[in-house]
């Protein structure tokens, strides 16, 4: 049947032949989606045109007008209609029976109402009162009657939005926030509704209202197959349940998929996430959009009559190589060049969420566009971004989704395009598969100064449910994704086979202790084997409690952690024995030889610093790369080297990725003690200095005339630091039992300039001497080893290393 049949029933007898019509039209299976709304709306418009020329002969002045989503032409099969009976006010009689005549037949046949009977200027004082008038109207469509009169309104009312707009607009995010408060995110909801829920079709209509007010516009790709999704969904919701409803309950799913053409219900609800998830980006980077408009019209006077009525130049502030920030967003720098730069998009992202700051969409467009793939295994520096960006906290979660919605992740990390959109049909799980990865890794992020690896953790935190897009038992497929996830990342193999361990893994610790008997030797024995050592046990205690307060607050309690805590620390007891040793001094080379009699027949500091310059090798040696570039030192040993070197290093914006420090047997025959300093740096922005440079400020450091503290302190204060990101607090702590030669302080922290500095002046302070040190940068988390003894060379007491911890401790809290 064609729609202009469709149309002469509609014509045949009233309300009976719209009906029959409709009906056809409904359930005839050549037209769904669009051209079936499209039609239903003019099949719609055909019959109340009949019904308000039968009511208005000889009434001039009136016009019938469709608004809200009648006005968009999209009529679902069980969508209110939403009229407007708009009169010039000449005869309020006449109108008013106008009214009841086209009123009544739409009554009559059952179908839903929303009317109402205005003057022009009714119309748009209602309007300014209530938002939702107002929006319904900026999609106003003429129906029949009086097209000037129409067409007036329709001009008046986009021309009040736009000029209400800086007021307007911040109301309607403020009523959007409440509501998405209410209905939840419609692309983690097992029950959504599909209209009011955060992601639905009301904020899709939203977003025209904003692109209508010309303050900003949506990004536009993907927006209208997003939209014309969700109303797909509600449509089959209508037509399976006879209801006008926007709930999308879990007994309706399979018949609403089997509507649509389907496989299943999982595979409905993956669309609807995946549309909703688009709405939802592009209404945050719209709102983002239109504060910014609104904060540069609020300034631009001021600055104006500042600059002497010059235009304002937008400040730009580097967050790291190639990366800036620009009007409270993350932006590339004008030098960037993404097409040479393929760990770019992870440290533009890395900046932004430790910054916490959004990544600008032209920024992440771009480097989608641009970008080249990262080769296998990925560069030390990939792996460190990937490592800063899961340690920041709460704003990953958005810095990711930027990400993600340019498809980014999913060139990155391929295996994760299984899990995207994933819903699980659990009570006790509040989010899809992918945003719990997330989420497990910000709530691991907490867990950082508990762990001896935070990057491992975080890494196993981002891949333990990563199984659960492959048939099986998802920690079993886990395991073998993440050796290769972990390989291609460019782990070493031992790091490789902890990682798949912790994933294989991730349920025992909760699964032993709430279902077996913690007394039984047994018990305690399997874990520990399955397990293997100290440290993955504390990495998945770590995980396992990240990994349910992830899940929702059903899957976490007291409780639990306590039973978790006393088998941990039963399997622990078994695996006793393994404690850190101080890491023997490897046999110096001939150039770390000829540095420390260079430096013992001169007096002073001698130094090297060398880039790796060697092409990588065609197969991977199994090995990570090296992160920045060497660093070597060879100082006469005196009081003062650390905090020293760590200072001027920090005064060059060079960050410490390792580094260790160690006292030096000289050849036979050379008097004397030299320092010997091996480390890793690299630099905060643009290149190296030179050595010269770095040696003469050395000097100076150590003879006490460069103020490294002060020049510090002026340099924080001329260009303070964003503190976008709230890490846990430093913990140090001691370990009687590691060495019997030292007293070891361990130092776990979040990397910041000067934090090396800080920690070695307090523990010169503190009149210790440093036997050894070793310091590591994972991400952005610092976990470093300070071997102590006493004036005379022997470990410290119990109280006076205790003391020492604290000392240090309320330093990096201060």
Same mark, same amino acid.
């Given at each position: 049947?064609?729609?202009?049949?469709?149309?002469?029933?509609?014509?045949?007898?009233?309300?009976?032949?719209?009906?029959?019509?409709?009906?056809?039209?409904?359930?005839?299976?050549?037209?769904?989606?669009?051209?079936?709304?499209?039609?239903?709306?003019?099949?719609?418009?055909?019959?109340?045109?009949?019904?308000?020329?039968?009511?208005?002969?000889?009434?001039?002045?009136?016009?019938?007008?469709?608004?809200?989503?009648?006005?968009?032409?999209?009529?679902?099969?069980?969508?209110?209609?939403?009229?407007?009976?708009?009169?010039?006010?000449?005869?309020?009689?006449?109108?008013?029976?106008?009214?009841?005549?086209?009123?009544?037949?739409?009554?009559?046949?059952?179908?839903?109402?929303?009317?109402?009977?205005?003057?022009?200027?009714?119309?748009?004082?209602?309007?300014?009162?209530?938002?939702?008038?107002?929006?319904?109207?900026?999609?106003?469509?003429?129906?029949?009657?009086?097209?000037?009169?129409?067409?007036?309104?329709?001009?008046?009312?986009?021309?009040?939005?736009?000029?209400?707009?800086?007021?307007?607009?911040?109301?309607?995010?403020?009523?959007?926030?409440?509501?998405?408060?209410?209905?939840?995110?419609?692309?983690?909801?097992?029950?959504?509704?599909?209209?009011? +829920? =955060?992601?639905?079709?009301?904020?899709?209509?939203? &977003? @025209? #209202?904003? $692109? /209508?007010?010309?303050? %900003?516009?949506? *990004?536009?790709?993907?927006?209208?197959?997003?939209?014309?999704?969700?109303?797909?969904?509600?449509?089959?919701?209508?037509?399976?349940?006879?209801?006008?409803?926007?709930?999308?309950?879990?007994?309706?799913?399979?018949?609403?998929?089997?509507?649509?053409?389907?496989?299943?219900?999982?595979?409905?609800?993956?669309?609807?996430?995946?549309?909703?998830?688009?709405?939802?980006?592009?209404?945050?980077?719209?709102?983002?959009?239109?504060?910014?408009?609104?904060?540069?019209?609020?300034?631009?006077?001021?600055?104006?009559?500042?600059?002497?009525?010059?235009?304002?130049?937008?400040?730009?502030?580097?967050?790291?190589?190639?990366?800036?920030?620009?009007?409270?967003?993350?932006?590339?720098?004008?030098? +960037? =060049?993404?097409?040479?730069?393929?760990?770019?998009? &992870? @440290? #533009?992202? $890395? /900046?932004?969420?430790? %910054?916490?700051? *959004?990544?600008?969409?032209?920024?992440?467009?771009?480097?989608?566009?641009?970008?080249?793939?990262?080769?296998?295994?990925?560069?030390?520096?990939?792996?460190?971004?990937?490592?800063?960006?899961?340690?920041?906290?709460?704003?990953?979660?958005?810095?990711?989704?930027?990400?993600?919605?340019?498809?980014?992740?999913?060139?990155?990390?391929?295996?994760?395009?299984?899990?995207?959109?994933?819903?699980?049909?659990?009570?006790?799980?509040?989010?899809?598969?992918?945003?719990?990865?997330?989420?497990?890794?910000?709530?691991?992020?907490?867990?950082?100064r508990r762990v001896h690896r935070p990057d491992l953790l975080l890494v196993a935190a981002l891949l333990h449910d990563i199984g659960k897009g492959w048939p099986g038992d998802h920690s079993v497929a886990g395991e073998i994704i993440a050796k290769d996830v972990a390989a291609r990342i460019g782990f070493d193999r031992d790091d490789v086979a902890v990682l798949s361990a912790l994933v294989r893994h991730h349920l025992l610790l909760v699964d032993t202790a709430t279902r077996r008997d913690l007394e039984d030797p047994a018990t305690v024995r399997s874990v520990a084997e399955a397990v293997g050592s100290q440290g993955t046990l504390e990495l998945l205690h770590a995980l396992t409690e990240a990994d349910a307060l992830a899940t929702g607050p059903a899957a976490w309690s007291s409780w639990r952690g306590s039973l978790v805590a006393d088998l941990v620390k039963r399997v622990a007891a078994v695996l006793a024995g393994d404690d850190l040793e101080e890491p023997e001094a490897a046999a110096p080379t001939a150039e770390q030889e000829r540095l420390a009699i260079e430096a013992m027949a001169t007096g002073s500091p001698v130094l090297s610093l060398r880039a790796q310059t060697e092409p990588p090798t065609e197969e991977p040696s199994g090995d990570p790369e090296p992160l920045g570039v060497e660093l070597l030192i060879a100082v006469p040993d005196q009081p003062g080297v650390l905090p020293a070197v760590a200072g001027v290093l920090a005064m060059h914006r060079l960050t410490v990725r390792t580094a260790e420090l160690s006292a030096l047997?000289?050849?036979?025959?050379?008097?004397?003690?030299?320092?010997?300093?091996?480390?890793?740096?690299?630099?905060?922005?643009?290149?190296?200095?030179?050595?010269?440079?770095?040696?003469?400020?050395?000097?100076?450091?150590?003879?006490?005339?460069?103020?490294?503290?002060?020049?510090?302190?002026?340099?924080?204060?001329?260009?303070?630091?964003?503190?976008?990101?709230?890490?846990?607090?430093?913990?140090?702590?001691?370990?009687?039992?590691?060495?019997?030669?030292?007293?070891?302080?361990?130092?776990?922290?979040?990397?910041?300039?000067?934090?090396?500095?800080?920690?070695?002046?307090?523990?010169?302070?503190?009149?210790?001497?440093?036997?050894?040190?070793?310091?590591?940068?994972?991400?952005?988390?610092?976990?470093?080893?300070?071997?102590?003894?006493?004036?005379?060379?022997?470990?410290?007491?119990?109280?006076?290393?205790?003391?020492?911890?604290?000392?240090?401790?309320?330093?990096?809290?201060?």
């Amino acid at each position: 049947m064609t729609s202009t049949d469709v149309s002469k029933d509609a014509e045949d007898s009233g309300p009976s032949g719209y009906a029959a019509a409709r009906l056809r039209l409904l359930t005839e299976g050549a037209r769904s989606g669009p051209p079936r709304r499209s039609g239903l709306a003019e099949l719609t418009d055909e019959w109340l045109t009949g019904l308000f020329a039968a009511g208005a002969e000889g009434l001039r002045g009136v016009s019938l007008v469709a608004v809200g989503g009648y006005g968009r032409g999209e009529l679902s099969p069980r969508s209110d209609l939403d009229l407007l009976l708009l009169h010039d006010g000449g005869d309020p009689g006449a109108v008013a029976g106008l009214a009841d005549r086209i009123w009544y037949p739409v009554w009559d046949l059952g179908l839903a109402l929303d009317h109402s009977v205005r003057t022009p200027a009714e119309a748009r004082k209602t309007a300014g009162e209530d938002l939702k008038v107002q929006l319904g109207l900026l999609d106003a469509r003429h129906i029949a009657g009086d097209l000037g009169l129409t067409a007036g309104l329709r001009t008046a009312v986009l021309a009040d939005w736009r000029n209400q707009a800086p007021k307007r607009l911040p109301e309607l995010q403020e009523l959007s926030a409440e509501r998405a408060e209410r209905q939840g995110e419609l692309q983690y909801l097992l029950e959504p509704d599909l209209k009011e +829920a =955060r992601g639905g079709l009301r904020d899709a209509t939203i &977003l @025209r #209202a904003v $692109a /209508a007010s010309w303050l %900003a516009d949506a *990004p536009r790709e993907g927006l209208d197959d997003a939209r014309r999704r969700l109303l797909d969904v509600r449509d089959a919701l209508h037509l399976t349940t006879g209801r006008a409803t926007d709930r999308l309950s879990l007994q309706e799913q399979d018949q609403v998929a089997a509507e649509l053409g389907l496989l299943d219900a999982d595979t409905l609800l993956r669309q609807v996430y995946e549309a909703a998830r688009v709405i939802s980006y592009a209404s945050d980077v719209t709102w983002r959009e239109v504060g910014r408009v609104l904060r540069s019209r609020a300034v631009r006077p001021r600055l104006r009559a500042m600059l002497g009525g010059g235009k304002p130049t937008a400040e730009r502030s580097p967050l790291a190589e190639g990366v800036v920030e620009q009007d409270g967003e993350v932006v590339l720098a004008r030098a +960037a =060049r993404p097409e040479r730069d393929p760990v770019l998009p &992870l @440290r #533009a992202a $890395a /900046a932004a969420a430790q %910054a916490g700051l *959004p990544l600008s969409l032209h920024a992440v467009r771009r480097m989608a566009a641009t970008v080249r793939p990262l080769p296998t295994p990925w560069p030390a520096e990939a792996r460190e971004q990937l490592v800063t960006l899961l340690g920041s906290g709460r704003p990953t979660v958005d810095v990711w989704e930027a990400l993600e919605a340019e498809g980014l992740i999913t060139r990155l990390l391929p295996d994760w395009e299984r899990v995207r959109c994933r819903p699980q049909r659990n009570a006790v799980h509040i989010w899809t598969v992918d945003r719990h990865l997330i989420e497990t890794a910000v709530r691991a992020s907490e867990f950082t100064r508990r762990v001896h690896r935070p990057d491992l953790l975080l890494v196993a935190a981002l891949l333990h449910d990563i199984g659960k897009g492959w048939p099986g038992d998802h920690s079993v497929a886990g395991e073998i994704i993440a050796k290769d996830v972990a390989a291609r990342i460019g782990f070493d193999r031992d790091d490789v086979a902890v990682l798949s361990a912790l994933v294989r893994h991730h349920l025992l610790l909760v699964d032993t202790a709430t279902r077996r008997d913690l007394e039984d030797p047994a018990t305690v024995r399997s874990v520990a084997e399955a397990v293997g050592s100290q440290g993955t046990l504390e990495l998945l205690h770590a995980l396992t409690e990240a990994d349910a307060l992830a899940t929702g607050p059903a899957a976490w309690s007291s409780w639990r952690g306590s039973l978790v805590a006393d088998l941990v620390k039963r399997v622990a007891a078994v695996l006793a024995g393994d404690d850190l040793e101080e890491p023997e001094a490897a046999a110096p080379t001939a150039e770390q030889e000829r540095l420390a009699i260079e430096a013992m027949a001169t007096g002073s500091p001698v130094l090297s610093l060398r880039a790796q310059t060697e092409p990588p090798t065609e197969e991977p040696s199994g090995d990570p790369e090296p992160l920045g570039v060497e660093l070597l030192i060879a100082v006469p040993d005196q009081p003062g080297v650390l905090p020293a070197v760590a200072g001027v290093l920090a005064m060059h914006r060079l960050t410490v990725r390792t580094a260790e420090l160690s006292a030096l047997d000289l050849p036979d025959g050379v008097e004397g003690s030299v320092l010997l300093l091996n480390w890793r740096v690299a630099a905060e922005y643009g290149s190296l200095p030179q050595a010269t440079r770095l040696r003469a400020d050395l000097v100076r450091a150590l003879d006490g005339s460069l103020d490294i503290a002060g020049r510090l302190a002026e340099r924080d204060a001329a260009y303070p630091r964003r503190r976008g990101v709230v890490p846990p607090p430093p913990r140090v702590s001691v370990h009687p039992a590691a060495s019997r030669l030292a007293t070891v302080i361990e130092v776990r922290a979040q990397d910041a300039p000067g934090l090396l500095f800080r920690i070695g002046r307090a523990l010169e302070d503190a009149a210790v001497r440093m036997r050894s040190a070793h310091v590591s940068t994972l991400g952005a988390n610092a976990v470093d080893a300070f071997y102590v003894t006493g004036p005379e060379g022997a470990p410290l007491p119990s109280e006076e290393a205790a003391a020492v911890a604290r000392k240090v401790e309320e330093t990096l809290r201060g």
